[in-house]
């Protein structure tokens, strides 16, 4: 938990601390370069408990409406945390078990609180607002993959990416309807252009294309 804590990096900055979360989040960062949001898809713990929680709220969320939500969150935290940095005259030591001196983020009664509370409020969003609701508005994690995706594309290097082929596509919409980020993956398969920030990479779609259509590639931008 203390690895991918919003509030350690805060600590962290206001003295002059690089801890395990500001690792977390730069190794993110750089593993978005090339591997776009696979991290969301796979290895978020974030993720994990949402798709948990699936089969009791498997309504699509309308991105479009809610996907600035985390963006704003983002930008204060991150100018807070560059702020700290300057008043504490710069990172001068590195303490990646900074506020995780046992080894073990949740190491006694209190910290369960924090702990029930982070996990309530990604299960809570994901089941009563719709399909992976805490990953369209309070994930702070996610813009620093956004970022690295955006720099990529700029520059067009190879990475792990979506390719589609409409050309056999049936129109069964079954990869739009079972995207986990309630994406119109079938409108990015006409147009043969599935970059999509808030694509994770998860690969439900490729499952579900009964015609094979939409494949993984590690390739540059097209
Ligand atoms: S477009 Fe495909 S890979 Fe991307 S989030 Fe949706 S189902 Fe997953
Ligand atoms: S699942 Fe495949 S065939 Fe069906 S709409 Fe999507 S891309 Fe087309």
Known sequence: MNFLSPYVIIDGAMNGIITGSLIMFGLMFVSSLFLGRAWCG?????????EIVEPVNRRPV?????????????????????????????YSSINILHLTDSGISVDGPFKYITYYLVVGLFVGLA?????????????????FMMIGRWIR???????????ADASACTNCKLCTKNCPMSLDVNGM?????????ECILCGTCVDNCH??????????SQ
């Open 189 to 197: 398969v006409q147009i043969e252009q599935m970059e999509n920030a």
């Open 153 to 163: 594309n700029r520059f067009g290097w190879a990475s792990l990416r979506l390719t």
């Open 211 to 220: 015609k094979g259509l939409i494949k993984y590639s590690f390739s540059p």
């Open 42 to 50: 796979w290895l978020c713990p974030g993720g994990g408990m949402q």
């Open 62 to 90: 309308n991105g479009r409406k809610i996907d600035w939500i985390k963006r704003v969150i983002w930008i204060p935290w991150i100018s807070l945390i560059v702020w700290m940095v300057m008043q504490a005259g710069g």
């Open 127 to 143: 089941m009563f607002a719709g399909r992976r609701a805490g990953y369209h508005t309070i994930c702070w994690m996610a813009p």
